[in-house]
T-cell receptor, first 115, second 114 residues
């Protein structure tokens, strides 16, 4: 079974530039998550999709971050414009459903450096 | 409100020694508890989880954790450390009533000395 795929793996941009990350979840997984992991901290949920609908985006900085999940499969996360504090690893995860105890499968992450 | 505290951002053990990574949580409702491992440049991998039932939970790679409600703890242990266990470990909590996101601790980096 193929795992969660993310690209790019690394990205360096200057502040005020824009950037986009892509995630391909495990086939058949209805729930998709984007997490932000700042160095020295645990992952923080940015947004959760159930199929192509948003379930929770309460911690997404909506003035600069946006995400979509077209057709309930792949997802993109965009930052525009980027700030220095956005430097982090962005993790995508997927699960069969959104039940609390359901196992999440994580991708390798995209490491973003904003200079 | 939920929170997770992992005691010690870094833990160092010798190969063959006991591994003990500490996790304390707070939750207003009965929790589900998780331990994840993250190897360098990889995503998180679930080690084990507690939902209901037996409070001693066995996971992959010889790890286990015990849910102690009276101590609000879910410490992770392994009897004998192996070099391949060197990684970052995250404790996480979710309320079993659903509707709330999983909260992760800050992580503990485990170093294993030869």
């Amino acid at each position: 079974e193929a795992g969660v795929a993310q690209s790019p793996r690394y990205k360096i941009i200057e502040k005020r530039q824009s950037v986009a990350f892509w995630c391909n979840p495990i086939s058949g997984h209805a729930t998709l998550y984007w997490y932000q992991q700042i160095l020295g901290q645990g992952p923080k949920l940015l947004i959760q999709f159930q199929n192509n609908g948003v379930v929770d985006d309460s911690q997404l900085p909506k003035d600069r971050f946006s995400a979509e999940r077209l057709k309930g499969v792949d997802s993109t996360l965009k930052i525009q414009p980027a700030k220095l504090e956005d430097s982090a690893v962005y993790l995508c995860a997927s699960s069969l459903d959104s039940a609390v105890g359901t196992r999440k499968d994580f991708g390798p992450g995209t490491r973003l450096t904003v200079t | 409100a939920q929170s997770v505290t992992q005691l010690g951002s870094h833990v160092s053990v010798s190969e063959g020694a006991l591994v003990l990574l500490r996790c304390n949580y707070s939750s207003s409702v009965p929790p589900y508890l998780f331990w994840y491992v993250q190897y360098p440049n990889q995503g998180l991998q679930l080690l084990l989880k507690y939902t209901t039932g037996a409070t001693l939970v066995k996971g992959i790679n010889g790890f286990e954790a015990e849910f102690k409600k009276s101590e609000t703890s879910f410490h992770l242990t392994k009897p004998s450390a192996h070099m391949s266990d060197a990684a970052e470990y995250f404790c996480a909590v979710s309320p079993n009533t659903g509707g709330f996101k999983t909260i992760f601790g800050a992580g503990t980096r485990l170093f294993v000395k030869a």
